[in-house]
């Protein structure tokens, strides 16, 4: 991502092959404040380039064994961010021309005055500063919204998903592997994202982490370059390497991953300004993603807590075992139905669980056999209530009370607690109604045996815009017997 460029002084490649032309430049251009170095020919520039990067090469058009133009070609496939000036001669300023078409900064004519020379090349290296500091505040906006997309989420696919998307289209690499710790010691591959540029086919091999967690514990820099890069590979890869560049991801000195990057395209090399950019985002990734798992296990507890309420609801009478657990399964199917969203279809499933939690305020057997007294059935009543009840304190679970308070409302305002009426009612609430109907129908109690299901669906029916909503109940009357195969086939028992 970042430009070669920096604040040190300026390395320029002098390739020519006329050694007075080339000391006479050397000299000159040192004594501007340059670092010089040159090459006889174009095969020897090459073998220069391969030693260290340059800002800018001044090369000669014609020269033995390689030339300006394929020099030019090789300059673009291996340092495409170097500028390239063409020296040429009066008779050749049209094949000059054509070396600009084909990535050359500019050219200079022999013979030259030096002072022109110098001309072109400072209007040159103004434009790379120019050109890098316009890329350096790219960069940093960027790693602004990178790092503010990583740290708004709460979810952990969420954190690596932007982590790969800013790798692959920021730092363009071509593959992304997210390393992270199993809370036991042990290290797994999170997360393994290749760029859509390789073909489906090649085969990328496979990374050793003991060997980049080795390496990263004893250096925090890991860039490597071509086959170099290969030690740090399990399986090798069947397409050739170009760069590989991996960061730690820690929390103070908790160590808890890493993130490698590497490149398979010829010519794109990580360098230290991507090494440090990644590094960046591996901070911002180490806290949302520690912040990630903290609302994992959160959000693991409060499950837990809704499982161990049901099953103490379940456990006051034998006859309502599982009871829970059912009305939670149709609730959900319905809702599906209905088309809610996903987090309202869970809060759906977390009320229809909890739906009977204030039964435990209520001190009497409820599936005595027959039927309640009066003053029983008015203790009864009470259960909604006393289920907000129960809930109004613990702060995370707000968003069941309305399915828990009110699922005993009626369409038609003849319910219980708040006579509630039609749409006034919440949808949790409507969809919980006929769930719990239909269970309780097609469920033993003490006090008779269970409806068949045929009798269960037709009093839903009779009871449409009564006692339920006639959407919901229309949507549960139609879609029942779908819902009744997939469970079948799933092996799951269903009512006769």
């Known amino acids: 991502m970042s430009s070669h460029f920096t604040e040190e002084r300026p390395r320029i490649l002098v390739v020519d092959d006329e050694k007075v032309i080339r000391d006479m430049l050397a000299d000159f251009l040192g004594m501007e404040g340059y670092i010089v170095r040159t090459a006889e020919d174009g095969t020897s520039a090459l073998g220069e ?12 058009l014609k020269m033995p064994k390689m030339g300006g133009i394929a020099l030019l070609d090789e300059i673009s496939k291996t340092a495409p961010d170097t500028l390239t000036v063409i020296m040429t001669g009066f008779g050749t300023v049209e094949t000059a021309i054509d070396a600009m078409k084909r990535g050359a900064y500019d050219y200079v004519l022999k013979p030259f005055k030096l002072d022109e020379v110098v001309h072109v090349i400072q209007r040159g290296l103004d434009k790379q500063r120019m050109a890098a500091e316009n890329l350096r505040l790219r960069e940093a906006l960027s790693l602004y919204k990178v790092s503010e997309a990583i740290q708004a989420s709460l979810s952990l696919d969420q954190v690596l998903e932007t982590i790969a998307d800013s790798c692959l289209n920021e730092v363009r690499c071509d593959l992304v592997s997210t390393w992270l710790d199993d809370g036991e010691g042990n290290l797994f591959e999170r997360q393994h994202i290749r760029s859509e540029n390789l073909p489906e086919d090649a085969r990328l091999g496979a990374i050793d982490a003991g060997k980049i967690v080795e390496h990263l ?50 010519g794109r090399r990580f360098e230290e300004g991507q090494r440090k950019m990644l590094s960046i985002i591996a901070s911002r990734a180490a806290a949302a993603i520690e912040n990630a798992r903290l609302y994992q296990d959160l959000q693991a507890t409060f499950q837990q807590t809704i499982q161990g309420l049901a099953k103490a609801i379940d456990k006051m009478d034998r006859y309502t075992a599982g009871h829970s657990d059912r009305v939670a399964l149709y609730a959900v199917f319905l809702a599906r139905r209905l088309g809610l969203p996903a987090h309202e279809i869970e809060i759906v499933r977390q009320s229809a669980l909890m739906h009977d939690i204030g039964k435990i305020g209520c001190v009497l057997n409820l599936n005595k056999p027959g039927k309640l007294t009066q003053d029983e059935y008015e203790v009864f009543k009470k259960h909604p209530v006393y289920g907000r009840d129960i809930l ?29 009426k039609g749409n006034e009612i919440p949808i949790i609430a409507r969809i919980i109604a006929v769930a719990d109907t239909y269970d309780a129908m ?55």
């Open 49 to 60: 380039l391969s030693k260290g990067h340059y800002d800018l090469i001044i090369s000669d």
């Open 217 to 266: 514990r004893s250096d925090a820099t890991l860039i490597e370059q071509g086959a170099r890069g290969l030690r740090f590979f399990a399986a090798t890869p069947e397409v050739s390497l170009s760069s590989l560049v991996a960061v730690p991801l820690r929390i103070g000195q908790r160590f808890m991953g890493f993130i490698a990057l590497a490149s398979y395209t010829k």
């Open 392 to 420: 109004d304190p613990i702060k995370f679970l707000h968003p069941l009370i309305p399915g828990v308070h009110l699922h005993h409302e009626r369409w038609d305002g003849r319910g219980y607690p708040l006579k509630m």
């Open 442 to 496: 097609t469920s033993d109690r003490s006090y008779r045996r269970a409806l068949p299901h045929e009798v269960a669906v037709a009093e839903i029916e009779r009871c449409s815009s009564t006692q339920f909503d006639p959407d919901v109940a229309a949507f549960f009357t139609e879609n029942i017997e779908t819902y009744r195969d997939e469970q079948r086939d799933a092996g799951i028992e269903v009512p006769e």
